[in-house]
C-alpha cells in the first residue's frame, strides 16, 4: 500500500547546529506537506509544495520537493530551542482527489540541547 | 476566521465503557471532516473522513464509529471500549483537496 517514510525518527542537537528531516513516498505526490507538532500539543500546517524541484524558505526553515515528487527535506538552520517538536510530512491518499485525505509519515522528532 | 473545537481535551475510561468525543467547525460552512489518532511517538492514522452531513468513509476497520450529524459537528463514538483504543485523538477539517488540514487540540484518551 502507499507508504510515506520519515527518517530520522529522532534527533538530538545542540542549540545552533542545523537539522535535516526527509520525506521518502512510495508513490508521486501531486503535492506535499509539512505540519510541526510541539509537545502535548496538536500539528500545526508550515507548508505545502507542489511544483517538482520547488523550494519554499520560512526563515530559518527550508523545504524541498524532490524533482520527481516523491521525496522532499526540512532544513532548519542555526536550531533554536523553541523548534522543538515532531516535524510531519504528509501527502494525499491515492485515489482521494477533493476529499483532502492525507497519509503522514511518522514525523521526526527533534530536542534541541541549549 | 475559522475555528475548531475539540473536547474533552484528557479521558481516563474504562475497559468496556462507551465512548462520545466531539468536534465542532467555526467560521466556514460544508467543511471536509476527519478524525485520526496518534499512538505514543507515532505518526497520525486517519480513521474516518466526512464530506457532508450524514457521509461518513472508515479508513480502518475498528471499534469505533463517526456520525456527521450536522454541517460543522463531527463525532468519534464507541460502545465498548478496548484497551487498544487509548491514544491521541485530533479531529481535523480543510477545504477540499490541496488544502491545509486544521487541527483541534486533541484529546488524549486512556483505557484502563
Known amino acids: 500500500g502507499q507508504q510515506v517514510m520519515q527518517i530520522p525518527q529522532y534527533q538530538h542537537v545542540q542549540e545552533g547546529e542545523d537539522f535535516t528531516t526527509y520525506c521518502n513516498s512510495s508513490?508521486?505526490?501531486?503535492?506535499i506537506q509539512w505540519y510541526k507538532q510541539r509537545p502535548g500539543g496538536h500539528p500545526v500546517f508550515l507548508i505545502q509544495?507542489?511544483?517538482?524541484?520547488e523550494v519554499k524558505k520560512q526563515k530559518r526553515l527550508t523545504f524541498q520537493f524532490g524533482e520527481a515528487k516523491k521525496n522532499s527535506s526540512l532544513h532548519i538552520t542555526a536550531t533554536q530551542t523553541t523548534d522543538v517538536g515532531t516535524y510531519f510530512c504528509?501527502?494525499?491518499?491515492?485515489?482521494?482527489?477533493?476529499?483532502?485525505?492525507?497519509?503522514f509519515g511518522q514525523g521526526t522528532t527533534l530536542q534541541v540541547k541549549p | 476566521s475559522q475555528t475548531i473545537h475539540q473536547w474533552p481535551a484528557t479521558l481516563v475510561q474504562p475497559v468496556g465503557s462507551p465512548l462520545s468525543l466531539e468536534c465542532t467547525v467555526e467560521?466556514?460552512?460544508?467543511?471536509?471532516l476527519y478524525w485520526y489518532r496518534q499512538a505514543a511517538g507515532r505518526g497520525l492514522q486517519l480513521l474516518f473522513y466526512?464530506?457532508?452531513?450524514?457521509?461518513i468513509s472508515s479508513e480502518v476497520p475498528q471499534n469505533l464509529s463517526a456520525s456527521r450529524p450536522q454541517d460543522r459537528q463531527f463525532i468519534l463514538s464507541s460502545k465498548k471500549l478496548l484497551l487498544s483504543d487509548s491514544g491521541f485523538y485530533l479531529c481535523?477539517?480543510?477545504?477540499?483537496?490541496?488544502?491545509?488540514?486544521?487541527f483541534g487540540q486533541g484529546t488524549r484518551l486512556t483505557v484502563v
Open positions: 481535523a477539517w480543510t477545504t477540499g483537496w490541496y488544502t491545509e488540514a486544521f
Open positions: 508513490t508521486t505526490l501531486s503535492n
Open positions: 509544495l507542489v511544483k517538482s524541484g
Open positions: 504528509a501527502g494525499p491518499k491515492l485515489g482521494s482527489s477533493n476529499t483532502g485525505k492525507l497519509i
Open positions: 467560521g466556514t460552512s460544508n467543511p471536509n
Open positions: 466526512s464530506v457532508g452531513i450524514g457521509q
